[in-house]
DNA sequence: TCACCGTCATTTTGGGCGTT
DNA sequence: AACGCCCAAAATGACGGTGA
C-alpha cells in the first residue's frame, strides 16, 4: 500500500525529513510506530508525526473518503484506487461546448464498475441525480476532470457536493509519461474503441447534441455510446496508470537510498 | 541570554496543458 | 470566448545549534 510508505504528507515532515526516515530503515506507518524515535529527527516531530500516522491510520481504515478528500493533496489521491476499489466511479460528462459560462451540461456519464448510468439533459438530468448516482462514491475517477467536468458540474448545479477524493489520469498519466490527451493515451495503452464511435471526438459531441435537439434520435445513442466509452476506458486505463505510478514511487524512493 | 547562521518546510509566482 | 491544476524555482519563515 503506497500511502502507508509516504511521509512527506505530514506537517513539517518535508522531502529531506523523510528521506532521514527512510535511511533509517523505516518504510512505513507501522514501522515508524514500532520504532522508539529516529536520529535526525527531533523528539517533538517524532511525536507529532507519530499522532499524525495514528489519524491517518485511523481515516484509511473507517474508509473515510471526505478525510482524504480535505488531507491529502491532489496528486496523491490515485494512492487510494485500491484501497477504496468497491466504492471507485469513473465519470464523464458531455457539453454544448468548452466554455461554462455560456455552454450547458447536456450528459453526465457515470460507471461504477459493474454498470454505466448516464443522464441526459432534459431527460432527468439535474443536481440530485447526480448527487444521487454519487452517494456510494469513495474515489472519482477522471480525464482532466479536475480542470473541465467538476468545475463545470459545479457552475451547472451550484453547490453540488463533489467533495471526493479524486484520481485524475490526466495529471496522473503526465507524471509517467502519458501526454497528448485521452485518446492518444489510449491507443498508447492498447485500450480500444468500439468502431461505431471510434471516430468520434469531443466537438462532434456538440454536434450530435444539436443534431438530436432537432429531432434526430439517433444522434443521442451515438453520443451516449460515446460518453460511454470514453467513460468505461477510464476503468481501464486506471489501474494501468496506477501500476506505472507504483513503480515510479518505488524507483525514487530507492534512488534516495543511494 | 542574545545575535547569528544553516537547514528545512512552506508559500508564492509563472508558464504550459487539455477539456467540449 | 476560460480555467484549474501541476511542477519548478524563488522567496519567506520557523527552528535548533553555536559561541560569547
Avoid at 68 to 91: D, G, P
Wanted: glycine share 8%; with cysteine; charged share 25%.
Amino acid at each position: 500500500m503506497v500511502l502507508k510508505s509516504k511521509f512527506r504528507i505530514f506537517n513539517d515532515i518535508g522531502p529531506v525529513s523523510e528521506d532521514i526516515i527512510y535511511a533509517a530503515g523505516i518504510y512505513s506507518w507501522n514501522g515508524f510506530l514500532e520504532s522508539e524515535g529516529v536520529s535526525g529527527l527531533t523528539q517533538r516531530l517524532y511525536e507529532s508525526t507519530s499522532e499524525q500516522i495514528k489519524e491517518w491510520s485511523n481515516a484509511l481504515e473507517m474508509k473515510d473518503a471526505k478525510f482524504f478528500a480535505t488531507n491529502l493533496q491532489s496528486s496523491m489521491h490515485w494512492m487510494l484506487l485500491k484501497e477504496f476499489q468497491e466504492h471507485v466511479c469513473y465519470l464523464d460528462i458531455e457539453t454544448t461546448g468548452l466554455y461554462r459560462d455560456f455552454d450547458k451540461v447536456t450528459v453526465v456519464g457515470i460507471y461504477d464498475g459493474h454498470s454505466f448510468q448516464n443522464l441526459v439533459r432534459g431527460r432527468g438530468l439535474s443536481k440530485k441525480a447526480i448527487q444521487k448516482s454519487l452517494s456510494g462514491c469513495k474515489l472519482l475517477v477522471t480525464y482532466y476532470g479536475s480542470c473541465f467536468d467538476l468545475p463545470f458540474l459545479q457552475s451547472e448545479f451550484y453547490g453540488i457536493d463533489l467533495n471526493i477524493p479524486h484520481f485524475d489520469l490526466c495529471f496522473g498519466g503526465r507524471k509517467v509519461g502519458l501526454t497528448g490527451g485521452l485518446k492518444k493515451i489510449e491507443r498508447r495503452l492498447g485500450i480500444s474503441r468500439d468502431s461505431s464511435i471510434s471516430s468520434v471526438d469531443g466537438f462532434e459531441a456538440v454536434t450530435l447534441w444539436y443534431s438530436f435537439q432537432k429531432g434526430n434520435e439517433k444522434s443521442l445513442k451515438k453520443l451516449l455510446d460515446y460518453c460511454m466509452a470514453d467513460t468505461i476506458n477510464l476503468s481501464k486505463m486506471a489501474p494501468l496508470v496506477f501500476e506505472k505510478l507504483n513503480q515510479l514511487e518505488t524507483s525514487i524512493r530507492l534512488d534516495h537510498l543511494n
